[in-house]
């Protein structure tokens, strides 16, 4: 009795181990692409600039003046510049 107890949990041990092997690796070699890792990036960018951003107004909040109003042209103008420079292959 004790060894087939010990055969069924050997066997059954086995077909688990291997099942989540196959899984381990399909997701180990999903993980390893490439694939998106562009998006990602741009995702960050984009996410850095809008904080930024937020950051200057933030600052500029209790500024009254014609000078917050300048900052706000050149940086806009800024942000144009170099949106008309992308260009998409």
Not at 1 to 20: D, I, P
Not at 29 to 52: F, K, M, N, P
Not at 53 to 66: N, S
Request: proline share 0%; glycine share 14%.
């Amino acid at each position: 009795m004790f060894y087939a107890l010990m055969g069924y949990l050997q066997a059954t041990a086995g077909y688990v181990q291997g099942a989540v092997g196959v899984r381990v690796r399909m997701i180990r070699s999903l993980a390893a692409g490439d694939r998106g890792q562009g998006t990602v990036e741009y995702v960050g960018l984009i996410l850095l600039v809008s904080l930024l951003m937020v950051g200057m107004v933030a600052a500029m909040k209790g500024f009254q003046g014609k000078q917050g109003v300048e900052l706000a042209d050149v940086i806009v103008n800024k942000i144009k510049e170099a949106v008309d420079k992308v260009t998409f292959k």
